[in-house]
């Protein structure tokens, strides 16, 4: 069977841009914008951006189009005779799974919320107390997160089940115009708030004193948003590579993608922070914005009801597309290594993916005395831990060094393959680069992150 390609740019454009678009641009980047100095870390972060994020974009795109295949087997199609490179694929294939069976329990408490506000289910004028007590009844319910969960990855799986040009093609681009239009929108209607200024301010003012002492861990935060925001390093920006054109370069490509990622994460803090100067309440960062933080916002505000509906709604999209995107790479890799139909695949994956969020999801109630990397995490911060700090910068470092060895993909054949249709072409002096320089950047930003998390105090 041919395998099919995108059949417009825009389509491919928008669902690799919705993999890499998640919660994370809305719960992480405004805020240490915000905590890091304004815009100079903002021009710090697109220094990286540009130097690790986008490169490594272009490396998983070359890697999916030259192969036309998943992480099934785009080593074998691309290595040299005899290598040993395709041995990688099993523990990045991996991160597929990891990354899904948390982040659909994530997915699942948008969708809760989205129904509450929608409902009015949420009080009016709650205290931050009662928002964390409401959130807290959530996490001590494994019935109603399992129903929610269920309800987003039937919805995901059904849309990937049709196929690319039938199914996420057809789906995901509405999809991912309706979230940016809602970002937009709520993004404007900011404007009308009386902390507008005061929030702006605090999120994008200039303001170097919040660097003095803090510089390199301002330098390590820019590093680690630019490459973890993209979701690279495991296979699921490589199978839309797979389902490429040839029409346009790679470094096109790999620029939008990026382009709208970054501006999705920016103009969400226009939204946040505006509301949360209005009505007195500081920002968080993390998992508390969102449901903490903005519930309070949004019920005490005048017609709360329909601006925080607006807002998980724009959130359940970005985490439903990520779904999507990441979904496909786990099917198409089934398919590829077993020999069997897209329907058995879909099945095969829904029964893996809903067995393993059974952890994270109990981790909160049922089996909230277990824990495996401290005293207080739960499996859902260990899961992250395999994919972010370990199977996204392993991986990665990995696909550079395949693409830049002799007996992997060789430089050649990855900068002719960016080379190949209308735009901006790679030059072969990207070598030295690429294979000392970029390989470090990552392995700093893994290292650094392992101290942090274990040794840091």
């Known amino acids: 069977m041919a395998r099919e390609i995108f059949k417009t740019r825009l389509g491919f454009l928008l669902i690799a841009a919705g993999c890499a678009v998640g919660i994370g641009n809305v719960w992480r980047f405004p805020y240490i914008v915000g905590q ?18 986008i490169p490594l974009l272009t490396v998983e795109l070359a890697i999916g189009r030259a192969s036309r295949s998943s992480m099934a087997y785009c080593y074998e199609k691309l290595e040299q005779p005899k290598a040993l490179w395709h041995h990688n694929k099993w523990w990045q294939f991996s991160g597929n799974y990891f990354l899904m069976a948390f982040y659909v329990v994530v997915a699942g408490w948008m969708l809760y919320y989205f129904v509450s506000f929608a409902s009015s289910s949420i009080p009016q004028g709650i205290t931050r107390d009662e928002a964390a007590s409401h959130f807290g009844a959530l996490l001590g319910s ?8 269920l309800a987003t990855v039937i919805f995901s799986f059904s849309i990937v089940a049709l196929g690319v040009i039938r199914g996420i093609e057809r789906f ?18 900011s404007f009308t708030l009386d902390g507008f200024v005061k929030g702006v301010k605090f999120y994008l003012e200039p303001n ?11 330098i390590f935060a820019a590093m680690g948003q630019a490459f973890f925001t993209l979701s690279v390093g495991f296979g699921a920006i490589a199978i839309f590579g797979s389902y490429m ?27 946040i922070f505006p509301a949360c100067y209005t009505y007195g309440i500081e920002p968080d960062a993390g998992p508390n914005l969102l449901f903490m933080t903005m519930t309070v916002v949004f019920s005490n505000m005048a017609l709360g ?152 105090k």
């Not at 790679?250 to 939008?256: C, K, Q, S, V």
Request: aromatic fraction near 18%; hydrophobic fraction near 55%.
């Open 172 to 189: 995901t681009k509405p999809l991912m115009v309706i979230l940016i239009l809602l970002l937009i929108f709520m993004a404007l209607r």
């Open 142 to 149: 494994p019935s109603t997160m399992l129903i929610c969960v």
């Open 245 to 271: 054109s040839e029409r346009h370069k790679i470094l096109n490509e790999a620029i939008f993608i990026a382009m709208l990622d970054t501006i999705v994460a920016f103009l969400s803090g226009f939204v």
């Open 305 to 456: 009801g329909f601006w925080g509906t607006l807002f998980f709604l724009f959130m359940l999209i970005a985490a439903v597309s990520t779904m999507i995107a990441v979904f496909e790479s786990s099917i198409a890799g089934t398919m590829e290594l077993f020999k069997i139909s897209r329907v058995k695949s879909v099945l095969i994956n829904f029964v893996v993916i809903t067995s393993m969020c059974l952890l994270p999801l109990f981790g909160f109630n049922l089996l909230s005395d277990v824990h495996i990397i401290s005293s207080d995490s739960s499996f859902l911060e260990f899961f992250d831990f395999l994919v972010s700090n370990n199977i996204m910068p392993l991986g990665s470092v990995v696909f550079v060094l395949f693409v830049c060895s002799k007996t992997g993909m060789t430089f050649k054949r990855y900068i002719d393959e960016c080379n190949v249709g209308k735009g901006f072409n790679m030059s072969y002096k990207l070598f030295f680069y690429y294979k000392y320089v970029l390989t470090a950047i990552v392995l700093v930003v893994y290292v650094v992150g392992i101290y942090q998390l274990f040794f840091a």
């Open 36 to 53: 890091y100095g304004g815009a100079y870390f903002v021009l710090i972060y697109l220094f990286f951006l540009l130097a690790l994020g």
């Open 208 to 218: 170097f004193s919040r660097l003095e002492g803090r510089f390199g861990e301002a």
